[in-house]
């Protein structure tokens, strides 16, 4: 199994371009996750989907932030424009649906992002 | 709401010292408890698990126990070893949304010297 795949790896931008984050769950699992790590903040949720459809999205800070996911196989996390704040590291994740039997989070490596 | 409460880091031991990392949590109802651990460069990743009162999760020789009278499940290792430096990662999950609603402490950075 291949694991959640994220890419880029890295990411350096200037203030105001455009951020596009991509990333692709395990296959079979129907839940995915998008997280933000900061040194102030530590682990942040932003966002997650069952089955492609977003469930909750009260951890998306402000409308410069926006999230998809038009299959199984795929997400984007988008940024625009991307500000210095928004520099961190972003993880997606992905699981089982709830009830399914197993309640284990699968972490890609991330993407470090770097707002100038 | 549930939140965690994790000691504060950075930790710093010698190889084959005694770990104990705490942890504490609030949660209305019984949840399940978690420690992730994340390497660096990597994603968190499961370390260990339990999902009641008095169950002990283990893996790797890390070791933590459900304690229900004292909202506690503290990480633990006999003697550890310079690959175990990782931040590490207390967390809970409502038993019936599980990963849906898991709510993850600060980390805590464990350096160890060989």
């Known amino acids: 199994d291949a694991g959640v795949i994220q890419s880029p790896r890295h990411e350096v931008t200037e203030m105001g371009q455009e951020v596009t984050l991509r990333c692709k769950p395990i296959?079979?699992?129907?839940?995915l996750f998008w997280y933000r790590q900061t040194m102030m903040r530590g682990l942040e949720l932003l966002i997650y989907?069952?089955?492609?459809?977003?469930?909750?999205d009260s951890g998306m800070p402000e409308d410069r932030f926006s999230a998809k996911m038009p299959n199984a196989s795929f997400s984007t996390l988008k940024i625009q424009p991307s500000e210095p704040r928004d520099s961190a590291v972003y993880f997606c994740?992905?699981?089982?649906?709830?009830?399914?039997?197993?309640?284990?989070?699968?972490f890609g490596s991330g993407t470090q992002l770097s707002v100038l | 709401g549930n939140s965690v409460t994790q000691m504060e880091g950075p930790v710093t031991l010698s190889e084959e010292a005694f770990l104990t990392i705490n942890c504490t949590y609030t949660?209305?109802?019984?949840?399940?408890l978690f420690w992730y651990v994340q390497y660096p460069g990597e994603g968190l990743q499961l370390l260990l698990k339990?999902?009641?009162?008095?169950d002990k999760g283990s893996n790797k020789g890390f070791e933590a126990t459900y304690r229900k009278e004292t909202t506690s499940f503290h990480l633990e290792k006999g003697s550890v070893q310079v690959s175990d430096s990782a931040v590490y990662f207390c967390?809970?999950?409502?038993?019936?949304?599980?990963?849906?609603?898991?709510?993850f402490g600060q980390g805590t950075r464990l350096t160890i010297n060989p």
């Open positions: 994740a992905s699981s089982h649906l709830p009830g399914q039997g197993n309640e284990k989070l699968f």
């Open positions: 296959s079979g699992h129907n839940s």
């Open positions: 989907f069952n089955n492609n459809v977003p469930i909750d």
């Open positions: 949660a209305t109802g019984y949840p399940s």
């Open positions: 339990a999902t009641k009162a008095d």
């Open positions: 967390a809970l999950s409502d038993r019936i949304q599980g990963a849906q609603k898991l709510v």
